[in-house]
């Protein structure tokens, strides 16, 4: 679905983050791309957002570069949470999820409730809908997060290192809970856990110094690590 051909991007002071990357992704997975801290991971994920702008390289989302696809368009079909999960503090989960419909789609207050209060049934966390973010814990905050990023219902969903903040007990948990959701959304999750990697996704990379080092299957892969 995502097909990145040889990307290198580096930063102003000179450090390449990444250096010749290709990855292609399959359709309908959780796929993760994995390595250990200044790999490049996160810069990756900025370029497939469109937050970097890449030196060389293209990335294809169902065969159309990137760079083609009008903003708003791209921004209905690729969600991306971040690593601080970018909820608004002084709205609760309910309002947090209302925006998008509103100020995309134009839909009405009361549509835009609907669908909020649909989507938090859809993942198991109504009970969620008036906390405000300082009121959860980190596993409600990332559930709440991805929530509100699947509210414009994208193909893919881009998680940079969504258990970061979470214990063992809870990344389990929110393993589990990611698993049910990928029917209908395709999730790239950025991740140094390993553990969580394995637990999730069926496929992935490892990267090292700006590189794809590894790319297969997460068993394979992990095993010739180890
Ligand atoms: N804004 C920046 N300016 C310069 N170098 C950066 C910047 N952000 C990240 N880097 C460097 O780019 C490399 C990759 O970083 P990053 O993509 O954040 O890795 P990861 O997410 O795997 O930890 C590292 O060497 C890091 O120090
Ligand atoms: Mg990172």
Wanted: with cysteine; charged share 20%; aromatic share 8%.
């Amino acid at each position: 679905m995502i097909d990145i051909k040889h990307l290198t991007f580096t930063y102003a002071d000179g450090t390449r983050a990444l250096n010749d990357v290709s990855i292609r992704f399959p359709q309908e997975h959780i796929f993760a791309i994995m390595g250990s801290s200044g790999s490049g991971k996160t810069t990756l994920l900025n370029c497939m957002a469109r937050f970097l702008e890449v030196d060389r390289g293209t990335i294809f989302f169902r065969g159309i570069d990137i760079s083609d696809i009008a903003e708003m368009e791209f921004r209905e079909r690729l969600g991306v949470v971040f690593q601080q999960l970018n909820l608004f503090p002084h709205m609760n989960v309910l309002e947090n999820l209302m925006l998008a419909p509103m100020r995309v789609q134009n839909r009405s207050v009361k549509e835009a409730r609907q669908a909020a209060m649909e989507m938090l049934d859809r993942l198991g966390i109504a009970d969620l809908a008036d906390h405000y973010p300082a009121q959860m814990s980190g596993g409600q905050a990332q559930r709440a997060a991805i929530a509100r990023g699947l509210m414009l219902r994208p193909e893919a969903m881009l998680l940079d290192e969504p258990t970061s903040a979470l214990d063992a007990e809870t990344t389990h948990d929110f393993a589990l809970w990611l698993k049910e959701l990928q029917s209908d959304t395709s999730f790239i999750i950025v991740t140094h856990d390993l553990p969580f990697a394995r637990q999730t996704a069926h496929q992935g990379v490892f990267m090292r110094d700006g590189q794809v080092i590894n790319a297969g299957r997460i068993s394979e892969i992990l095993e010739q690590l180890s």
